[in-house]
């Protein structure tokens, strides 16, 4: 994330894709839910990217584009499948993508710094 431009050190602001494909390898009722666990200076959060719900043996896309605020540095960062109905061995990942945006900054003046803050396009 820090070759895109994400810096840790005071607030910050990104956004992030996310795809995960996934083959179930027999035909449940599965529940699953892509989730995000972060941890900063401030706080721990749990953030539901998507959610899947069907009695399907057909292939699987969760998926979401989303931004992600913070303050400080970032302690711990996770991204977990939560299921039920199936084993985590009935199910196998396919592909997995995941990528920050690069970090956008406006135009500097000769006596201005870079902003702390920044936003994505």
């Known amino acids: 994330m820090a070759r895109c431009g ?34 900063d200076q401030a706080k721990k959060r749990t953030i539901i990217l998507d959610q899947y719900s069907s009695f399907s043996p057909q292939d699987i896309l969760l998926t979401r584009s989303t931004s992600l605020t913070g303050r400080g540095k970032l302690k711990n960062l996770e991204i977990r499948l939560q ?21 956008v900054y406006p135009q500097a003046t000769r006596n201005r710094e870079r902003p702390r803050i920044v936003r994505a396009v």
């Open 83 to 103: 299921y039920q109905g199936c084993e985590k061995e009935d199910i196998i990942l396919d592909y997995l993508h995941f990528k920050p945006a690069r970090q």
């Open 6 to 39: 994400w810096s840790f050190t005071n607030s910050w602001y990104g956004r992030f894709d996310i795809s995960l494909w996934l083959k179930p390898i027999y035909k449940y009722k599965l529940g699953l839910e892509l989730v995000f666990f972060i941890e």
